[in-house]
């Protein structure tokens, strides 16, 4: 009996240090949706790393970089090491003006966030590299806001100069989460 109790306790363990890895580290390569926006007469869209090559190819050499100061250099943001990337999904702004201000998108991710966790939200930039064909990625922190919701999905707002770099570009945005 004593062993059989002993099996159930280590098994029960298992399961739950198995269900907080799960939720501690989640794909960021998963499906995101927009829920609400403004201004009205945009049209914002997230792509998934599944469904653009180019965002694909991004989260390969974050991945095999595995190191975040490296990676978003041009962000300027100290400590940046002290995070680890959740989500990158490419991110669209068609229809979008200058003119209508600062933009605000709730969007819901696979992972879901605690109200109380550190994030730190990045827009990368793609644009033209030296070499034709390549491309280089600026990353900035800088005009992009962003709060967890109860539900666990985060709003973003963009700064209107920000905004319409992503309305009149090709950009991506990384989400990242303070290690425990």
Known sequence: MKKFVS?????????????????AVPSPVAKAAIGSFTPEGITPAVVSAEDAPIVNALLSQIIAANDNEAVFKSAEVEGINNYELIELVGLTLADYDESMGDVTLNIKFAASFAQ??????????????????Q???????????????????????????LAKEIANGTAVLAILQEKA
């Open 116 to 133: 109380n966790a550190k994030l730190l939200a990045l827009v990368g930039l793609i644009l033209p590299g030296e070499t034709e064909g």
């Open 135 to 161: 491309s280089k990625v600026v990353w900035t922190a800088n005009g992009v806001q962003s709060q967890i919701e109860a539900d666990g999905s985060i709003t973003f707002t963009f700064a209107a100069a």
């Open 7 to 23: 099996l159930m306790l280590a098994l029960v363990m298992m399961l739950s240090v198995a269900a907080i890895a799960e939720e």
